[in-house]
């Protein structure tokens, strides 16, 4: 299967950070890459689709790119909201998967 | 407006059946892919199924081949999930999502819970 790796694990900022995340692919999956946001307690909600493609009613402070095997997702300014977890996950090939996610909490 | 309500989850024993399922809401159900995605506690996120809106095709995790089967109820938009020989490692909180291979997982519901234990 298509293993997502997520870098780092976890990553502690302040309100008003940029923020970088990583996902890479083991084999390519072109641009059929999403990412996801996951509060406690709550369903993920979809960002970004097909890499760089913002979902209906996500603020432009995100913002996706890559392709092929290497992706990420940046937050030019975190808001005290952004304080999540973040998923990756393919659709381009079975099994589709998913990262293990990166952790965003407060410093 | 897109709902997804997820059903049917309860406590079962190894080696037991559940059917989950999920009425949608809100959009054509027969064009879109539609999926279930599972999280046990603390844990991050696991594809379990997919079929597709344009041919009725299915794929499955491998954790779960040959146990689960997807299946979809277009006269009243219904996805349901058929588990069967049901284990430890598949207690978990289940979503029903909109999206799959042709589409992506943009709508979730909030899941339905399916524990396994003796």
């Known amino acids: 299967e298509n293993v997502l790796t997520q870098s780092p694990v976890t990553l502690a900022l302040s309100p008003g950070e940029r923020v970088t995340l990583s996902c890479r692919a083991r084999?390519?999956?072109?641009?059929?890459l999403a990412w996801h946001q996951q509060k406690p307690g709550q369903a993920p909600r979809l960002l970004i689709y097909e890499a760089s493609k913002r979902a209906t009613g996500i603020p432009a402070r995100f913002s996706g790119s890559g392709s092929g095997t290497d992706f990420t997702l940046t937050i030019s300014s975190l808001e005290p909201e952004d304080f999540a977890v973040y998923y990756c996950?393919?659709?381009?090939?079975?099994?589709?998967?998913f990262g293990g996610g990166t952790k965003v909490e407060i410093k | 407006e897109v709902q997804l309500v997820e059903s049917g989850g309860t406590v079962t024993r190894p080696g037991g059946s559940l059917r989950i399922s999920c009425v949608a809401s809100g959009f054509s159900f027969d064009y879109y892919d539609m999926s279930w995605v599972r999280q046990t506690p603390g844990k991050g996120l696991e594809w379990v199924s997919t079929?597709?809106?344009?041919?009725?095709?299915?794929g499955y995790a491998y954790s779960v081949k040959g146990r689960f089967t997807i299946s979809r109820d277009s006269a009243n938009n219904f996805l349901h999930l058929h588990m069967r020989n049901l284990k430890g490692d598949d207690t978990a909180l289940y979503y029903c999502?909109?999206?799959?291979?042709?589409?992506?997982?943009?709508?979730w519901g909030q899941g339905t819970v399916v524990t396994v234990s003796s």
């Open positions: 084999q390519s999956v072109g641009n059929f």
């Open positions: 079929i597709n809106g344009n041919d009725g095709n299915t």
């Open positions: 999502v909109r999206g799959g291979t042709d589409s992506p997982f943009d709508y």
């Open positions: 996950q393919q659709n381009a090939n079975w099994p589709l998967t």
